[in-house]
């Protein structure tokens, strides 16, 4: 088993009750096996915020393995995760 | 003759001899430059010539609305403000909103020009075609709440807008800001343009209306506006109801919100104190501008400890970071009463708590002493320390006034190696992202024509992981010269320019940003515009602001970025071990010039560039 940290911000953090989640996961877990374990313990609410309803990830939800976008990780979604890892969930965000 | 959009007219006013004349806009000027921060770049290279001293008779100060400004188009009370900076020596352009851009227009002008310098305190009145010079002796040392309010008394006219400065202005604070009601044209020291001009105020009052070329395109045009707006994901309802400091939230989760004087970003987490939860705690409503619809703006009252009571607009990102995080301020409160104590003297909020935190890394570092601070335990996180030395700063009093003019000037004056703490480029202050971890924003901070700006070529591929006009890896350098230049080019023309909101840019029209700005821009003005001719005078735009900067002796070498930045890597945060080296900026660079058609070497526009663009004469004056 792994450790892995999950940080998450504003409306999504608010689903969560807060903004950061150590999960527990098998070896071998991937980006996309950590969003299925939280939304299997948040449900729908959570479901709702992240993926459409064919069940895609939202084109607007921004993932991260230790801050860099898995758009530019080769395995993207199933991009395995080590020990200590931190995954980042983060909403559109705007303004600044 | 305009069919709508421009008014046709500027309204150039002389301080020196006290006298008005209205001029004619050139119609090649509108079609080139479009208006806004178009029209003052112009209007500064043709009329300020190189070596004008920045707070001499002889600098200008141009305000210039946008053609779409004071029209139905929803976001467009925006203005720009454009002189040579006293602070950079560059181009000091910024942008305000609130209701005097419309006012401006309403009374007749697309543009205004300040020249000369009167002998006393003045202030200007403009109703329409009526403009006083009227005495602000008894204005003098006033802040800036109560300039406004004892205008509209002397005025007798409580919905007259008014662009003022405060003391900090008055004394020619190189940071000193322009405040026009609730905002602020904030940065690179126009303020104290306007101080050294003896200018306290100029109050504007129209009744007239902006034609419209074409309602009906526009409409159309505003239908397909308006629906980009609704159809954001992240405009309504979470920006409208938390306005730009979620980005304190977003920031610190990637790990380039600065703390300590960028000497601990990433390495704990400033949201907790400074984030949207805090702030929520403390907003009473908005103040949004004129015709904007989502009203970002936010009131927020301070409720504990000494500032209980203190109500201010904002504090906006920018100032969670320069007031919070960069001086390590956890209270929000002591931010909220910064963030007014600022706007009431008359100072940039951004360069003020920079240099602030200059001097608190300084005083740890044992480079100031407690002589040298007049005994203020100038640590990070002393909130009521910064209070003080903001107060001192328009005064120039005490170590205030050692810090007032900026970092790079309070860098010369200290020496003894502070200047590698220095956080600016070009002598204008870092904003608030710690670009080791957003290497496009930082090519954008070292080559942007005002200096350390992150509104003129904003990197929101990298800060946000918006994907337009293609993912970016923010930790990559390759590629990022040729998406600065598009950021900046098309920011420039869609938002700068026409004088749209740029919040609008970023969270609704991102992706048909050019197509929007110009089917607005047509149905207005009757005037032609194709998406190509948007991106060509963003182009012709930054190309005009740097020729300027040329002019001025600016070369590649200035186009650089703090030497923390440029050696240490962070050290905690999600941004961890990035940094920009020299290699990499270099790298950059090489590819930016190339992408914009300037000499590598000395980062100066080819006259084949300038003549490319229509603007050879610029070119003779290079030399």
Known sequence: ?96 | MYQGGYTGKILRINLGSQTAKVEETPEPMANDFIGGAGFGIKLLFDEVKANTDPLGPDNKLIFASGPLSGTNVPCTSRMSVTSRSPLTGAVGMALSGGYFPVELKWAGYDAMIIEGKSEEPVYVSIKDGDVKFRSAKKLWGMKTTDTQQIIKNDLHDQNVRVACIGPAGENKIKIASIINEWRAVGRKGLGAVMGSKNLKAIAIRGTGKVAVADKEKLKAARKVFTEAMKESEVLYPVFANTGTPMVVDATSAIGIFPTRNYMTTGEYNAAETLGVEVQMTRNVGSEPCYGCPVGCSQLKLAKTGAYEGILTEGPEFETMYSYGGVTGVDNIDAVIAADRLADELGLDTISSGVSIAFAMELYEKGILTKEDTGGIELNFGNDQAMITILKQMAYRQGIGGLLADGTKAAAEKIGKGSEKYAMHVKGLELPAYDVRGAKAHGLNYATSYTGADHCRGYAFQEIFGIPVPYEVDRFSAEGKGKLTKWNQDIRTATTDAPGMCAFLFDMAVVGIAAQNTASLLEAVTGLTFTPDDILVAGERINNLARAFNVREGFTRADDTLPERILTEPLKGGASKGNYISRDELDLMLDEYYTARGWDVATGAPSREKLAELGIEYVADQLN
Not at chain 1, 8 to 23: F, Q, W
Not at chain 1, 37 to 58: C, R
């Open chain 1, 1 to 96: 088993m792994i450790q892995v940290k999950v940080h998450t911000i504003l409306n999504l953090k608010k689903i969560l009750g807060r903004g950061d989640i150590d999960l527990t996961m098998k070896e071998g877990s991937t980006v996309k096996d950590v969003l299925m374990t939280m939304v299997e313990t948040y449900g729908d609410s959570l479901t709702d915020q992240l993926f459409d309803s064919e069940g895609g990830l939202l084109p607007y939800i921004r993932l991260m393995v230790n801050g860099r976008d898995i758009v530019f990780l080769e395995k993207k979604m199933e991009t395995a995760l080590q020990e200590g890892d931190e995954v980042l969930i983060l909403p559109p965000v705007g303004g600044g």
